[in-house]
C-alpha cells in the first residue's frame, strides 16, 4: 500500500491542494456551509455497479471469442484471480474511486458558486469573438443547413448525455489499469488538471453562461434564441432531452441549489476537454480505440455548439490547452523515478 500511495503522490498533492483551496474560497466568500465531499457518493456505487455487470457479461463473452480455452470456466478463474484481483490493481482503482467523488464533489460546489466569486459577464465579448473567428456568422448558424433536422439534432443529442457513461467508463478502465502505469498516471493527473484549472480556476476568471442563457444574463437582443426556438421546434418531433437539462441547470441557479451536476459555465467547455482528453489517452492505448474516442470528441464539439450550450470558441480553447495540459503530465510522469520499473 505504501508504494501505491507513493506512485499516486503527485495526484494526492493536486487534490490536497485544491482541497485546501476549497475551504479557503468558501470561507473567502462566507459559504462554509456549501462545503460538501458526498455530492456523488450515491452515483458512484451504482455507476461502478452498472459496469461490473457489463464486465461480467462481455468479459466471458470476449473469451469465447477471442481465447477460446478448453475450459472456459477453469481458465476465468485462474484469469480472475492472478490477473484481475491483484493487491497492485484493486489498491491503486480503490484508491481512484475513493478520491475521485470528493473531487468532483467540490468542484461541483465551486461551479455553481462562480456567479458568487466572479459573476458572469464575459459572454457578449466571448460571443462577439466567437462571431469574428467564423467570418462574422455565429457558428451554429453555419452547422444548421448541415444538422438542422429534428432527428440529426436528437442523435447529436444522445451522444451528448452519453458523455457521462463514457467518462466513468473510462475512469474505471484507467482507475484499475495496470498495463501501462505511465499512462495511466499521466491520464489521471490531466484529468485533474482540466476539471481544477480549466472547469474551476479559468471558468471563474473567465465566469460565462454560454449561448442558451445569453439573453438571461446580459438583457441584450438575443442572437441564440433563434437556435433555441429550432431546438424546441425539433423536440416535438424527436427527443431533445438538453432542453430538459437546460432548465434545470437555471432553475437550480435561481434557487441557489448544489446537487450532482449542477452549476452554469461556458469558458471553457469541459466537454470538449473530457473529450479530448479521452481521444489522447485512446491513441497511446490502441489506434481503433483512439480514431473512435476522436469521432466521439469531434460529435461533443458540434453538440456543444448545435445544443446551444457553448460557444465554439469555448471548445477550442478547451481542446488546445487540454493538449498542453497532457503534454506537461507526460513529462512530469516521465521524469518520475519511481515509474522506471512499471
Not at 49 to 71: E, K, Q, S, T
Not at 198 to 205: D, N, Q, V, Y
Not at 217 to 246: C, K, M, R, S
Request: proline share 5%.
Amino acid at each position: 500500500m505504501a508504494r501505491v500511495l507513493w506512485l499516486h503522490r503527485w495526484l494526492l498533492a493536486i487534490m490536497f491542494i485544491y482541497f485546501a483551496a476549497g475551504f479557503a474560497v468558501l470561507e473567502y466568500v462566507d459559504r462554509p456551509e456549501k462545503m460538501s465531499f458526498s455530492l456523488y457518493s450515491a452515483m458512484t456505487p451504482k455507476m461502478t455497479g452498472i459496469f461490473a455487470v457489463a464486465f461480467v457479461i462481455l468479459y466471458p463473452l470476449c473469451v469465447m471469442l477471442f481465447v477460446r480455452p478448453a475450459n472456459l470456466l477453469r481458465y476465468l478463474a485462474a484469469d480472475i484471480w492472478t490477473n484481475w484481483l491483484t493487491l497492485e490493481r484493486l489498491a491503486g482503482g480503490c484508491l481512484i474511486l475513493l478520491l475521485l467523488p470528493r473531487f468532483m464533489s467540490l468542484f461541483t460546489v465551486f461551479k455553481t458558486l462562480i456567479p458568487v466569486i466572479n459573476p458572469y459577464t464575459w459572454d457578449p465579448l466571448l460571443a462577439e469573438w466567437d462571431r469574428l473567428l467564423h467570418g462574422g456568422i455565429d457558428p451554429w448558424q453555419s452547422l444548421q443547413p448541415i444538422l438542422g433536422t429534428p432527428w440529426i439534432s436528437s442523435g447529436i443529442n444522445f451522444f451528448y448525455h452519453l458523455w457521462i457513461f463514457v467518462l466513468y467508463g473510462i475512469l474505471l478502465w484507467q482507475a484499475f489499469s495496470v498495463r501501462d502505469p505511465r499512462l495511466r498516471m499521466q491520464f489521471l493527473l490531466t484529468f485533474v488538471l482540466v476539471w481544477s484549472l480549466l472547469g474551476g480556476l479559468m471558468a471563474t476568471l473567465l465566469s460565462s453562461v454560454g449561448p442558451v442563457y445569453f439573453g438571461r444574463v446580459t438583457g441584450l437582443e438575443d442572437p441564440f434564441q433563434p437556435l433555441v426556438d429550432y431546438l424546441q421546434a425539433a423536440n416535438e418531433v424527436a427527443p431533445i432531452w438538453a432542453l430538459q437539462v437546460h432548465d434545470w441547470l437555471w432553475r437550480s441557479h435561481i434557487l441557489g441549489e448544489y446537487n450532482f451536476g449542477t452549476g452554469i459555465s461556458a469558458m471553457p467547455s469541459i466537454h470538449v476537454a473530457a473529450a479530448v482528453l479521452f481521444a489522447l489517452l485512446g491513441w497511446c492505448a490502441n489506434r481503433l480505440l483512439g480514431v473512435a474516442l476522436t469521432l466521439f470528441a469531434v460529435v461533443i464539439m458540434i453538440g456543444s455548439v448545435h445544443l446551444a450550450w457553448h460557444y465554439a470558441l469555448d471548445g477550442y480553447v478547451a481542446a488546445v490547452l487540454t493538449y498542453g495540459l497532457w503534454r506537461a503530465a507526460g513529462w512530469l510522469v516521465a521524469q518520475d523515478p519511481a515509474f522506471d520499473s512499471g
